[in-house]
């Protein structure tokens, strides 16, 4: 069995031409969360993974196993559902607000612009259906978010390159000023 200890965000720092000739392995969800577990790679070579603990692994992301060959990781397709919203009674802000109900019971959650996924549940399935939400049920690769205090990197949509959110610059609000003057009711209405 060849071993594998280190991981290569997205293979980052890896020219492509060594990406592509990579043997790939296939995992589903469950397997990647884990740090430790065992895989049959595309040229039928057994690996034992081992990661530091709280690692999980996403879709793209190489493994390098002890003899130097690279092991790119690929998202098995699995059964999900797919959450969307329903056009003639809601908007995509349900989808928001859906995403907020899954994340207060620590669901794994894909944040997609237009869907969620998560894995199969039918008690949260009747619950997104009674919000007036369509849930459809598919097989497909599963990337839920890391998390706000994820391993750097661990989550998608963010490159891993350094850069701050504190900017220290003024956003053009009026400090003093609540936040909807004018509008003493509580509600936004658009501003031309």
Not at 51 to 60: C, E, H, N, S, Y
Not at 89 to 101: C, E, K, S, V, W
Not at 177 to 192: K, L, N, S, V, Y
Request: glycine share 10%; hydrophobic share 35%; with cysteine.
């Amino acid at each position: 069995m060849l071993q594998a200890s280190k991981l290569m965000p997205q293979g980052q720092g890896l020219a492509p031409v060594l990406l592509r000739r990579a043997a790939t392995v296939e995992l589903d969800w469950d397997l990647r969360q884990k740090s430790r577990f065992d895989a049959t790679d595309s040229q039928g070579r057994q690996l034992g993974v081992f990661l530091p603990r709280g690692t999980a692994v996403r879709g793209g992301d190489v493994l390098v196993a002890e003899d130097g060959s690279l092991v790119r990781v690929v998202a098995a397709p699995q059964p999900v559902l797919r959450i969307t919203h329903c056009s003639q009674h809601g908007t995509p802000f349900d989808l928001m607000r859906a995403a907020y109900h899954l994340g207060n019971r620590h669901v794994p959650i894909e944040l997609r612009p237009d869907y969620l996924q998560i894995e199969p549940d039918h008690v949260l399935a009747d619950m997104l259906r009674a919000m007036h939400l369509i849930v459809h049920e598919t097989t497909a690769p599963f990337e839920p978010e890391g998390g706000a205090y994820a391993a750097h990197g661990a989550s998608h949509g963010h490159d891993g390159g350094g850069h701050s959110h504190e900017h220290g610059h003024s956003h053009g609000h009026a400090h003093d000023a609540p936040p909807h003057e004018g509008h003493p009711h509580g509600h936004d209405h658009p501003h031309a």
